[in-house]
């Protein structure tokens, strides 16, 4: 089973499922998920290939909802779920496959749909590190620099790196080789018929008023909002705006 952290202890409230973004982790989501855990139990994983998870030699969106679907079996069989980017994508296909196992659904500024940007420039900046010579984040961070990555990526990344062992907590490799499957989103001929909400960052591109006719063929009950002055991360960049327009949907 995925590697799993969990905040608070169980109450009469659904659990809460986080799923990371791509290069991330679940100890991205600390601040968040203790904050939300006031009232019920938060399980943030890692995803598989990331973090403390195993390593697999696959990389779909059934594979990834698979993994979230036994994660919620082993804490009681439903919950309500937030994903993020690719973590956002598998949300979708776990109600989409599993929909007894999602009682309400958050997205985080991703769309069911295939995009046709790259991140596999950032796994060749990851692999320019010198390991051999890290003896701290901040020396990774550097390095991170000098191949061009922004500040802010370059603390969420170094949040992936094993400075003990000289090794990333990413499976580069298979994330590589499976990029395509990453940007894609599988043609499914289902729908969900829960309770959705589409959260996306003001700034950022990642969902177009386009998308929303095949949101709402998906998922016919869901609902779009977005959190002013904030990008593609939109939990990192305005978390506070980010938690309570979550709280606010999960206790509707």
Do not use: C
Request: net charge negative; aromatic share 8%.
């Amino acid at each position: 089973m995925l590697n799993t952290i969990a905040h608070g202890t169980p109450t009469d409230r659904p659990p809460l499922l986080i799923a990371h973004g791509l290069y991330g982790s679940g100890r991205n989501w600390g601040v968040i998920a203790k904050r939300l855990s006031d009232d019920r139990q938060v399980i943030a994983v890692d995803m598989r290939n990331h973090g403390e998870s195993a390593w697999t030699d696959s990389h779909t969106y059934a594979d990834l909802a698979a993994d979230l679907a036994e994660v919620i079996v082993a804490f009681g069989g439903k919950m309500d779920v937030v994903g993020h980017s690719m973590g956002g994508k598998s949300a979708m296909m776990l109600a989409l496959q599993h929909p007894e196992a999602v009682n309400r659904l958050v997205v985080a500024d991703i769309a069911p749909v295939s995009y046709s940007h790259t991140q596999a420039h950032f796994i060749t900046a990851m692999r320019s590190v010198d390991l051999a010579s890290v003896t701290r984040r901040s020396d990774a961070q550097a390095q991170l620099a000098e191949a061009g990555v922004d500040a802010q990526l370059q603390s969420f990344f170094t949040q992936s790196l094993d400075i003990e062992n000289r090794a990333w907590r990413l499976n580069l490799d298979v994330l590589e080789r499976d990029m395509p499957h990453i940007l894609a989103f599988p043609e499914v001929e289902t729908h969900w018929e829960g309770p959705a909400l589409f959260l996306t960052g003001g700034e950022s591109d990642y969902v177009k008023a386009e998308d929303r006719d095949r949101i709402k063929t998906l998922f016919p009950k869901s609902r779009f909002a977005k959190i002013p002055g904030a990008g593609h991360w939109l939990h990192a960049e305005n978390p506070r705006a980010f938690e309570a327009t979550v709280r606010a949907f999960l206790d509707a």
